[in-house]
């Protein structure tokens, strides 16, 4: 049988035709526009999704044996608000997970209503991207539109009620809304009060490999697909990459230097860290997972390279790197403010240590030392609360340079997987539809069976211990120049 992986993004939707065993037969990728009606926002119409998804998946099947196709299902941008009156019509343009209006409403929920309460009722706090703050912002500023809600949707859960006509999110997704109580996987009632909203508004929540439904008679037919396919709920867009990369199980780890920089931990155990540091989500496998995301990861090193050295001959200058854990030069990555752990906006970029003889060499090392001791930071954030990890899958555009990865591995002090195909959140959604219509027991069969490991580096002894040292050294840096950032 055949399997679809819908990965909707920010700017363009990845579809992606998986045989049941994992073999890719087909990618297509279509793009939609991203409006900025004013500074700081970021919006979408919903139904350029719809009409991307209906042009992708028929040319993606276009040369397939589309009565072997068997499910659907999705990873997605996650966060965003998708608003739906009572005729099932999109009210108002989507406000999506990268804008800022939200500021004044981000700070109510943290300051005013409480961090330790927000903790308690949802397992995290309020961030500025989350679709909590976004209904908040709503009901203030527009409030007739916001009267006219009857369901609060997120963005690859539109696409699914597109297909299926069932209000529906999953859990993983849901976990991002500081709407949904992440212990318990249920709407959190003191949150729905905070927001002004009712549980009849929100969707019915599904564990990420369970069937929502079948495609509607005339939505197979435009989309050339036969009828009966069954669609599963899906996944955030990070947990749906974890799935893609067979990073589920207790304890398993993903770390990915993309854009923006992540480190996903799976965990069969709920936990919260003390200071909200992490994400507390629950995961795509029927668990749950931390997460840490730094706001500038490869970007970084795109921002050093080409704004500053004014070259794109990225591994060139990799070839002068050879002193590991020697460089007497740091760089604290936060050029877009930090995310995780510190949660700090106003925090800046800054290279520290150079002398006379500091070369260019030493700077681009310290870039690259700089963004892997960021994520560590996060790291030892999940290792408080006892899970210990001894290897990580690693994926993303940073994934590529064996120097960064060898920074990776012994820096964190662990093994440091590559994959032999890295397709993520399509993938994943792929790997979930195909769970979904019985083809494997569980995602965490799914994932032994499809993801596979092309190899793998390893730490080197002495070489992690040097690096420990340097580690202890950069993790002074920040907090003694937090109040000088707050000044700046």
Same mark, same amino acid.
């Given at each position: 049988?055949?399997?679809?992986?819908?990965?909707?993004?920010?700017?363009?939707?990845?579809?992606? #035709?998986?045989q049941? /065993?994992?073999?890719?037969e087909?990618?297509?990728?279509?793009?939609?526009p991203?409006?900025f009606?004013n500074?700081g926002?970021s919006?979408?119409?919903?139904?350029?999704?719809?009409?991307?998804c209906?042009?992708g998946?028929?040319?993606?099947?276009?040369?397939? /044996?589309?009565?072997?196709?068997?499910?659907?299902?999705?990873?997605?941008?996650?966060?965003?608000?998708?608003a #739906?009156?009572?005729?099932?019509?999109?009210?108002?343009p989507?406000?999506?997970?990268?804008?800022?209006?939200?500021?004044?409403?981000?700070?109510?929920?943290?300051?005013?209503?409480?961090?330790?309460?927000? *903790?308690?009722?949802?397992?995290n706090?309020a961030?500025?991207?989350?679709?909590?703050?976004?209904i908040?912002?709503?009901?203030?500023?527009?409030?007739?539109?916001f009267?006219?809600?009857?369901?609060i949707?997120?963005?690859?859960d539109?696409?699914a009620?597109?297909?299926?006509?069932?209000?529906?999110?999953?859990v *993983?997704?849901?976990?991002?809304?500081?709407?949904?109580?992440?212990?318990?996987?249920?709407?959190?009632?003191e949150?729905m009060?905070?927001?002004g909203?009712?549980?009849s508004?929100?969707?019915?929540?599904?564990?990420s490999?369970?069937?929502?439904?079948?495609?509607l008679p005339?939505t197979?037919?435009?989309l050339?697909l036969p009828?009966?396919v069954?669609?599963a709920?899906?996944?955030?867009?990070?947990?749906?990459?974890?799935?893609?990369?067979?990073?589920?199980?207790?304890?398993?780890?993903?770390?990915?230097?993309?854009?923006?920089?992540?480190?996903?931990?799976?965990?069969?155990?709920?936990?919260?860290?003390?200071?909200?540091?992490l994400?507390a989500?629950?995961?795509?496998?029927?668990?749950?997972? #931390?997460?840490?995301?730094?706001?500038?990861?490869?970007?970084?090193?795109?921002?050093?390279?080409?704004?500053? #050295?004014?070259?794109?001959?990225?591994?060139k200058?990799?070839?002068?790197?050879?002193?590991?854990?020697e460089?007497?030069?740091?760089?604290?990555?936060?050029?877009?403010?930090?995310?995780s752990?510190?949660?700090?906006?106003?925090?800046?970029?800054?290279?520290?240590?150079?002398?006379?003889?500091?070369?260019r060499? /030493?700077?681009?090392?310290?870039?690259?030392?700089?963004?892997?001791f960021?994520?560590?930071d *996060?790291?030892?954030?999940?290792?408080?609360?006892?899970?210990?990890i001894?290897?990580?899958?690693?994926?993303?555009?940073?994934?590529?340079s064996?120097?960064?990865?060898?920074?990776?591995a012994?820096?964190?002090?662990?093994?440091?997987?590559?994959?032999?195909?890295e397709?993520g959140p399509?993938?994943?959604?792929?790997?979930?539809?195909a769970?979904?219509?019985?083809?494997y027991?569980?995602?965490a069969q799914a994932?032994?069976?499809?993801?596979?490991?092309?190899?793998?580096?390893?730490?080197?002894?002495?070489?992690a211990?040097?690096y420990e040292?340097?580690?202890?050294?950069f993790?002074?840096?920040?907090?003694q120049?937090?109040?000088?950032?707050?000044?700046?």
């Amino acid at each position: 049988m055949l399997y679809i992986g819908v990965d909707l993004g920010t700017s363009a939707v990845k579809l992606l #035709l998986m045989q049941a /065993d994992g073999t890719i037969e087909n990618i297509v990728s279509k793009e939609y526009p991203l409006s900025f009606p004013n500074p700081g926002w970021s919006e979408q119409n919903p139904s350029d999704w719809w009409q991307a998804c209906v042009e992708g998946i028929r040319e993606l099947v276009r040369d397939a /044996d589309k009565s072997q196709v068997a499910g659907i299902s999705f990873g997605g941008q996650m966060h965003g608000l998708v608003a #739906l009156d009572d005729r099932d019509e999109v009210i108002r343009p989507a406000i999506l997970w990268n804008d800022g209006r939200t500021v004044e409403e981000t700070e109510y929920l943290n300051e005013t209503v409480g961090r330790e309460k927000l *903790s308690q009722y949802t397992a995290n706090i309020a961030f500025a991207g989350f679709t909590a703050p976004k209904i908040l912002w709503m009901k203030k500023h527009e409030p007739e539109l916001f009267a006219r809600i009857a369901k609060i949707m997120l963005p690859k859960d539109y696409i699914a009620y597109k297909m299926t006509g069932v209000h529906c999110t999953d859990v *993983s997704d849901a976990s991002g809304m500081l709407l949904m109580d992440v212990k318990n996987k249920c709407w959190s009632k003191e949150m729905m009060e905070i927001c002004g909203i009712r549980e009849s508004q929100l969707a019915h929540i599904y564990e990420s490999y369970e069937k929502v439904g079948t495609l509607l008679p005339q939505t197979a037919q435009e989309l050339g697909l036969p009828q009966g396919v069954i669609v599963a709920a899906g996944a955030g867009d990070n947990a749906a990459a974890a799935v893609g990369t067979g990073t589920v199980g207790d304890g398993s780890c993903n770390i990915s230097l993309g854009t923006s920089g992540t480190i996903f931990i799976a965990s069969e155990k709920f936990a919260v860290d003390s200071h909200n540091a992490l994400h507390a989500f629950a995961h795509a496998d029927g668990h749950y997972h #931390l997460m840490g995301c730094m706001l500038s990861a490869a970007s970084c090193n795109k921002w050093w390279m080409e704004d500053i #050295l004014d070259t794109k001959e990225f591994a060139k200058e990799q070839e002068g790197i050879t002193k590991l854990g020697e460089n007497h030069v740091y760089f604290l990555p936060y050029l877009m403010g930090e995310r995780s752990p510190h949660n700090d906006p106003k925090a800046r970029g800054t290279f520290t240590g150079m002398t006379m003889d500091t070369t260019r060499a /030493d700077m681009t090392q310290a870039v690259l030392e700089g963004v892997a001791f960021a994520l560590r930071d *996060s790291f030892e954030v999940a290792g408080l609360l006892g899970i210990r990890i001894e290897r990580a899958k690693i994926c993303g555009g940073g994934a590529k340079s064996p120097l960064w990865k060898k920074m990776i591995a012994n820096i964190f002090h662990i093994k440091v997987d590559t994959l032999a195909i890295e397709e993520g959140p399509a993938l994943g959604g792929a790997m979930l539809a195909a769970v979904a219509n019985g083809e494997y027991a569980d995602v965490a069969q799914a994932a032994a069976a499809i993801v596979k490991v092309a190899d793998t580096e390893e730490p080197d002894e002495k070489l992690a211990a040097l690096y420990e040292q340097r580690y202890q050294t950069f993790r002074r840096i920040y907090p003694q120049l937090k109040t000088v950032f707050a000044e700046m």
